[in-house]
């Protein structure tokens, strides 16, 4: 699992929280890091996260995502608009001599159209895995409270279990 530390600045009713962290995971290990504009203009992010731990506003949290999850919609986010530009290049000139365009032309034409096939696609997915919460990061352990307690870590079982009671399965 992906792990960061944020702050919890806000509860949402809905078993949702707002968590500030710091922009350095992905970022520190970049060697293109002191280039990129992303980087540079926020240090800090603001994301809603499910809240199975309970946490309150200050309290400072472990905030996680699988692994898994991130690789394979990083996969879906590059590789289908790519397998899109090739298919529709592929095809362009077969579909291009059916529509008496030049071959180079059609290539690239389908091509793009291709392109913008597959981003449609992957917005398509993106907001359905997002209506579904499977993209969701989770706080799954108060490190300290805003009281100055440390809590234990939350079980899979607690996740599972404030996952179905808050309606976020």
């Not at 949402?12 to 707002?18: I, L, S, V």
């Not at 994301?47 to 400072?60: E, F, K």
Request: hydrophobic letters at 45%; aromatic letters at 4%.
């Amino acid at each position: 699992m992906a792990h960061t530390t944020g702050k919890v600045v806000g509860i949402e009713k809905n078993g949702w929280a707002r968590v500030v962290t710091e922009r350095t995971g992905a970022c520190s290990s970049c060697q293109t890091k002191q280039h990129c504009h992303s980087c540079l203009t926020q240090a800090k992010i603001e994301a809603r996260a499910i809240n199975v731990a309970g946490a309150r506003t200050g309290d400072l949290v472990s905030v996680s995502i699988k692994t898994e999850t991130l690789l394979k919609n990083a996969a879906v986010l590059y590789l289908v608009p790519v397998l899109g530009l090739l298919a529709g290049a592929l095809t362009g000139p077969v579909i291009g001599k059916i529509l008496t365009l030049g071959e180079t032309a059609s290539a690239i034409l389908f091509g793009f159209i291709g392109f913008g096939l597959g981003f449609l696609l992957v917005i398509f997915y993106s907001k359905k895995m997002s209506s579904q919460n499977h993209l969701a990061p989770i706080i799954k352990q108060i490190i300290m409270s805003s009281q100055g307690v440390a809590v234990p870590e939350a079980t899979d079982h607690d996740c599972k279990t404030e996952l179905s009671r808050s309606g976020n399965v």
